[in-house]
């Protein structure tokens, strides 16, 4: 009975285990996002680093996109937790504004 129990138990505090901790991908290293972010293993939280030493601080959680092995379905699974500044979520960014028909940009 003791073993069901433990069984159960750890089921249901499984999908605790791998959920997403807030981090600032904008301050954070790369040991800090791949602990703190769902599927990030070092190698990628490296890559998000490098990016941003490269190209300036992320100014939306999408915007990780641009980073190798990193996808939308990712940033996804993790949105509520990517903080771009202020602590807080990072949220979707703004579509690009089209002029009129005929205008130019």
Known sequence: MNRTLV??????????????????????????????????????????????????AFESADQLTQVKGIGSSLVDRNREAIQVDGGKPAKRAKAARRGKAGEED
């Open 7 to 56: 069984a159960l138990a750890c089921l249901l505090l499984a999908p605790l285990a791998s959920a997403s901790t807030p981090v600032n991908i904008n301050t954070a290293d790369a040991a800090t996002l791949a602990q703190s972010l769902d599927g990030v293993g070092m190698a990628k939280a490296q890559a998000i680093v490098a990016w941003r030493e490269t190209n300036g």
